[in-house]
């Protein structure tokens, strides 16, 4: 087949080293494995212009904000500095003033040989996919990571308010078929009025040729240090929705008992500097390393050097709607995971067999559990084991590629 793969997320660098960018790049490549011709339109390449980019191995076509549609963005920007004014109001403004220029630039390259489905990532305000699904009489399939306006109100604040949540129903009741990440997000949307029949669960995965059991790398340069300790790690981003500030509290109970275990957190956000103060008061900062920001290549050697992995996620004031990219990684890689038992974790993780979890902000849970491990290396090994399996067989890009091309050949042949 041909596929377009739309990802039109300012936020969503598909060549940096976001969990969303690595979702993007790791589906796109099961596709191009699967035998079908895939291209995909983006936005934003990487973060920053020093940040090396991760390869892609299909046809990337960036379509930049045009010139007036800038000029009329960094107008509201410089009305908000002549106010003194904090809003997220040119950010918006953008996202609405792409779409003109993406589906311009999509008719023109595709209306001679267009695609035989379009596959979205969905963003808020985006319309461009479904404006060109309808110009070429094919299906549009959206891909659901997160209730839009609801992220856009509680992390980034929005100020059009109920044009979001418009924009995101409309978004949802025009597209042929909708794959949410999780049952949570799929109850979100059908809250919203759209026919659940149209809605398949499609969990986040990992990249099976990369993600799998191994023997840790003893040498490697970033954890050589660690000297055969015990090691408790972390990938992902420090940021709050991640529960990260549990760490130093538990490192701090955990050392009462075993003094020499060491935390590895494999990853960088706005939460690191706080961390690293947190550590440091507790006079923990020779027990903990911080990698930063890795490629996605990296990761699987750090996780295997982990003892136990851990997903810590506080509880939210909203409901836990996330497919954790994280917590398959760590399962693939046979490591014994410990987490929160919120959304779908409680459905991936099966207590006792292929993990631990616990309720959600129970610190003595948590370095229980992590205590019962540290001590006992044989069910380690029978937790991660059970667990890498797990993964294998149920939660794999390739498997996922598989569910949608069955489900684009269905959405095909009901519409000639």
């Not at 809003?87 to 311009?104: A, C």
């Not at 990249?207 to 015990?230: C, D, Q, R, T, V």
């Not at 399996?389 to 949608?404: C, G, I, L, P, Y």
């Amino acid at each position: 087949m041909k596929i377009l793969y739309l990802c039109p997320d300012l936020g969503i660098p598909v060549l940096g080293r976001k969990g969303a960018s690595v979702h993007v790049r790791e589906l796109a490549g099961a596709f191009a494995r699967a035998g079908h011709r895939i291209t995909m339109a983006a936005q934003t390449l990487v973060k920053s212009p020093w940040e090396f980019p991760s390869s892609l191995d299909v046809p990337l076509l960036q379509v930049r904000l045009g010139s007036s549609a800038s000029s009329a963005v960094q107008a509201f920007k410089q009305f908000n500095d002549v106010l003194g004014a904090d809003n997220s109001f040119p950010g918006e403004l953008r996202r609405i003033l792409y779409n003109h220029e993406l589906t311009d630039e999509i008719r023109r390259r595709f209306e001679n040989d267009p695609p035989d489905f379009i596959y979205e990532r969905a963003s808020l305000y985006a319309t461009a996919g479904v404006s060109l699904a309808k110009e070429f009489g094919i299906p549009l399939i959206l891909e659901l990571n997160a209730p839009l306006a609801v992220e856009q109100s509680a992390y980034r604040g929005t100020g059009f308010g109920a044009l979001a949540a418009q924009a995101e129903k409309w978004l949802l009741t025009q597209a042929d078929a909708i794959l949410s990440v999780s049952a949570e997000l799929k109850n979100h949307v059908m809250e919203l009025g759209v026919s659940g029949k149209k809605v398949h669960v499609i969990p986040n995965a990992v990249n099976a040729s990369l993600f799998k059991p191994g023997i840790p790398n003893l040498a490697n340069h970033l954890l050589a240090h660690l000297n055969g300790a015990p090691v408790l790690g972390f990938v992902g981003g420090l940021r709050p929705w991640h529960g990260v500030e549990v760490l130093p509290a538990l490192l701090a109970r955990l050392q009462k008992r075993h003094p020499n275990v060491q935390l590895v957190i494999a990853g960088d956000g706005p939460l690191r500097l706080e961390l690293e103060r947190d550590f440091k008061k507790r006079s923990l900062e020779r027990s903990v390393t911080f990698t930063g920001l890795l490629l996605h290549e990296q990761i699987p050697e750090i996780i295997r050097r982990f003892d136990i992995a851990l997903a810590p996620y506080p509880q939210l004031d909203h409901h836990f709607y996330f497919s954790p990219l994280k917590l398959f990684e760590y399962m693939a890689c046979g490591i014994p995971v410990i987490a929160s038992r919120v959304g779908q974790i409680a459905d991936v993780i099966t207590h006792g067999k292929t993990g631990l979890m616990y309720r959600p902000g129970k610190l003595e849970e948590l370095s229980g559990h992590c205590i019962k491990l540290l001590g006992n290396p044989k069910l380690r090994k029978a937790l991660g084991s059970a667990a890498a399996r797990s993964v294998a067989n149920k939660f794999t890009w390739d498997r996922n590629v598989e569910r949608v091309i069955a489900l684009a050949n269905t959405l095909i042949k009901r519409q000639t």
